[in-house]
């Protein structure tokens, strides 16, 4: 059974977008729009351009901001707050997941790119706000995404999280690599499994998979 394999576990993580809500609420196709904006704004680029640097920065570096820091020398702050300030009408309140989520055993995280305040509104609009014991944003890991190894070290080892006990859930399979490498029980969470050593199990549901975990 598939919750046997999770018997040992005892800390949760979980990524934000795309993973405690579905990709059909679109909320990144937003936050793709507003970093084209910005990036077309501060470095005075057309919009073409503008889209290729967003996407050639996030193959590169992990994420769109990552590479502007590395690159630019970008003020993360003014950026995450441009990014981040969109709507969430679209997104449905699923005291379902929220059910199971609190009935997981042990410590509950959410870990994201995208910066913590962002990911509470998100979680309040989901009817998730408060289930976690912690929320971490890129801030958290010194502006460090995942999926550097080091981002993931800094952020558990502020929870003082114990990979060896613990499982993440994350919609992007490259940011399972080093959780994996690290002793954890991965999850891929997407419409797409991606079959890869460093990804135990597939789900396109999060809340069914969670089901299957309880008693």
């Known amino acids: 059974m598939v919750a046997d394999r999770f018997s040992h576990v005892r800390g949760w993580v979980f990524d934000l977008d795309n993973t405690l809500y579905p990709p059909s609420a679109r909320l990144f196709d937003q936050i793709e729009r507003r970093m084209t904006d910005w990036v077309m704004t501060e470095l005075r ?11 050639h920065y996030w193959h590169r570096y992990g994420t769109t901001l990552a590479g502007l820091m590395a690159e630019h020398g970008v003020d993360p702050g003014p950026y995450l707050s441009h990014v981040h300030d969109i709507s969430l009408d679209h997104l449905e309140r699923d005291m379902i997941l ?3 989520i609190r009935a997981l055993p042990g ?5 994201t790119n995208g910066c913590a305040p962002y990911a509470e509104r998100v979680l309040e609009a989901r009817g998730l706000g ?6 971490y944003g890129v801030e958290h890991a010194g502006f460090r995404p995942k999926p550097e190894r080091a981002a993931f070290e800094t952020v558990f080892a502020a929870d003082r999280l ?10 992007d399979s490259r940011n399972l690599v080093e959780p994996h490498a690290m002793g954890m029980r991965t ?14 199990h597939h789900t396109l549901d999060l809340s069914e998979f969670l089901a299957r975990l309880q008693p």
């Open 107 to 111: 410590r509950k995280i959410v870990y």
């Open 162 to 171: 114990s990979p060896a006990a613990a499982a993440m859930f994350e919609d």
């Open 45 to 55: 680029v057309v919009r073409d351009e503008a889209d290729r640097l967003r996407r």
């Open 130 to 135: 408060g289930l976690f014991d912690a929320v």
């Open 187 to 200: 999850v891929h969470v997407a419409p797409e499994a991606v079959p890869a050593p460093h990804i135990h």
């Open 98 to 100: 929220a059910a199971r």
